[in-house]
């Protein structure tokens, strides 16, 4: 088929190199001609794994091109996927701006008996206006439109695609359920064609529900490290039972990215336009803030009364491996909250520096982990890379001026940090402490275990 993308952030450029993939011929519009030139060169401006392969790849094959003319990326399109961002307005919901200038630029060059299909996370009831705003430009109704939404990862993106677990379908027509039945033929996955709004409401309740599993789990994980339960194994427990599994069971800091927040923030608003006020929603968003704060106070409690001139260390930047991401990234939370204690903060990512650099002005950046734990007085381990799972701890203690490890993606072992001699706090587990400060030797475990005092 001939496919036009318009949009070629991270859903727009995934889907059209992956449908390219896939043999369609596709053509990715964006108004933003630096971008598109960039892309034509090769030169991919997110980090996922595989996307720069199968991009070069399809490239050269000449499936896959890049234009900022909409007339010419729409000339020969039987399918227009609308993949524009969303973002969130001040109140949460979700800013439509984009979607209603890319539909009415649609109208202008729209061939009739084309199916436009929104990829784009949307609120309920959008592709109804796009179809308004379309019919308004172009003067006719005689086009189709769809609402097929997106459920990637980031990191897994590629395979979440081209092995998607479940592809939605709502339609209005026959005709647009046979579009995307060609479109999505070559995958095999379970297809379930529904109304457009239930499409709509399907990405915002998915979203919803994982994110509630988080804070739920972070919730039950400050339990424990109350009653002197161990979240790991807890979790293991409770995911070995089929109607919950384990994914999203495993306690940290909180979710971030450019999903998670946004359309929690958004799912809470449309409720409310619908006459409805959600209870549940607006209390994960509530935990997963106050989760943040809660590994910050982990750190006030081992320098009161206050953390004014130290150094303190952030490993990981981006909200999650695999990514480049630093949309709503903890990082951010604990990079200012320390600037306000008076901390001096120094981090490092694998991949995610340069775009810390546009978020992160207070945060001192290094080339290494080695780099920017050396002379710390202590370190946040905020993003679960191999790279940290692999740090040698003899190196880490060597290198640090005090050995303290606040660890908000449990990482490491407690048991191996007080074998190294760490001052070690994590989410839902034991605390030790096999600090030696001013001399001192103190291994307190046991005082940990029994009165869960420091």
């Known amino acids: 088929m001939n496919v036009c993308v318009i949009g070629t952030g991270y859903v727009g450029l995934v889907t059209g190199v992956c449908f390219s993939s896939l043999g369609h011929h596709v053509i990715c519009v ?20 595989g996307l720069k392969e199968r991009l070069d790849q399809n490239r050269n094959e000449q499936r896959l091109s890049f234009t900022t003319d909409m007339k010419r990326g729409m000339a020969q399109a039987e399918v227009i996927i609308i993949a524009v961002g969303t973002p969130a307005n001040k109140d949460g919901s979700a800013d439509l701006s984009f979607i209603k200038r890319v539909s009415l630029d649609i109208g ?30 172009c003067g006719h109704q005689q086009f189709s439109v769809a609402s097929c939404p997106e459920f990637l990862r980031e990191g897994n993106a590629i395979k979440d695609t081209l092995e998607m677990e479940r592809a939605v379908f709502g339609v209005e027509d026959a005709v647009a359920e046979t579009v995307l039945r060609q479109l999505h033929e070559p995958i095999p996955t379970t297809i379930v064609v529904t109304s457009i709004e239930t499409a709509e409401a399907s990405k915002y309740a998915a979203n919803a529900f994982l994110a509630t599993k988080i804070s739920f789990i972070n919730e039950v994980a400050n ?38 927040p946004k359309d929690t923030q958004a799912f809470i608003r449309v409720a409310q336009q ?16 106050e989760q943040r704060q809660r590994l910050f106070n982990k ?24 990514t480049d ?23 490092y990512d694998p991949v995610a520096q340069s775009q810390a650099e546009r978020v992160l002005p207070n945060l001192v950046r290094t080339s290494s982990w080695q780099e920017a734990v050396k002379s710390a007085d202590a370190v946040f381990l905020l993003t679960d890379w191999p790279e940290f799972k692999a740090i040698n701890l003899n190196e880490l203690k060597s290198l640090m001026n005090e050995p303290i490890v606040i660890d908000g993606r449990n990482l490491f072992k407690p048991e191996e940090m007080l074998k190294y001699g760490f001052y070690y706090d994590s989410i ?19 005082l940990y275990t029994q009165t869960g005092t420091k």
């Open 325 to 347: 991401d630093m949309r709503a990234a903890p990082s951010i939370d604990l990079v200012e909250a320390l600037h306000h204690a008076g901390a001096t903060t120094v981090g």
């Open 299 to 322: 750190l006030k409690s081992v320098y009161p009364p206050s953390l004014a001139g130290k150094r303190v260390a952030v490993l990981g930047l981006a909200f999650k491996p695999n």
């Open 223 to 260: 339990v424990c490290e109350n009653v002197g339960a161990d979240i790991e194994a807890l979790a293991t427990i409770m995911g070995l039972d089929h109607r919950i599994g384990p994914s999203y069971l495993q306690a940290g800091v909180g979710y971030g990215g450019s999903c998670f």
């Open 428 to 446: 839902g587990r034991t605390k030790v402490d096999g600090r030696s400060l001013s001399g001192a030797n103190v291994f307190s475990k046991a």
């Open 108 to 137: 202008h060059y729209l061939t009739p008996g084309v199916t436009v299909v929104t990829k784009s996370t949307v609120p309920i009831g959008t592709n109804r206006k796009i179809k308004q705003w379309i019919a308004f430009s």
């Open 274 to 289: 619908a006459g409805y006020d959600l209870q549940i929603v607006p209390a994960v968003e509530k935990v997963n803030k």
């Open 30 to 49: 964006d108004q933003d001609h630096h971008k598109v030139q960039s892309l034509q060169d090769g030169v991919v401006p997110i980090y996922e794994p």
